[in-house]
């Protein structure tokens, strides 16, 4: 089910959109936690630059500044267009 106002667009512009959900990070100080965050965060982003090949997704669209902050990597690696607005 579409429910943002820039996916609805692009559907009625007949362009396929795929929505990635985020992972959900809480913040804290413990070491250990913020170690595997880091290792998520590798994990998220090459699950990202896999699916950015395999569909030859031209650009990225992200809404917040932790979406951005999370495909940023994986959309330098692939040198493709960050389209990033904070709401």
Avoid: C
């Amino acid at each position: 089910k579409i429910s943002q106002p820039v996916e609805k667009a692009l559907e009625e512009a007949s362009i396929e959109t795929i929505v990635v959900p985020m992972p959900s990070l809480d913040l804290t100080k413990n070491p250990f936690i913020l170690i595997g965050y880091i290792f998520y965060l590798i994990k998220y982003n090459l699950q990202v630059v896999r699916l950015i090949n395999k569909r030859n997704i031209d650009i990225v669209h992200a809404n917040s500044i932790k979406s951005g902050l999370l495909v940023g990597v994986a959309t330098k690696l692939m040198q493709i267009p960050l389209l990033w607005h904070i709401r």
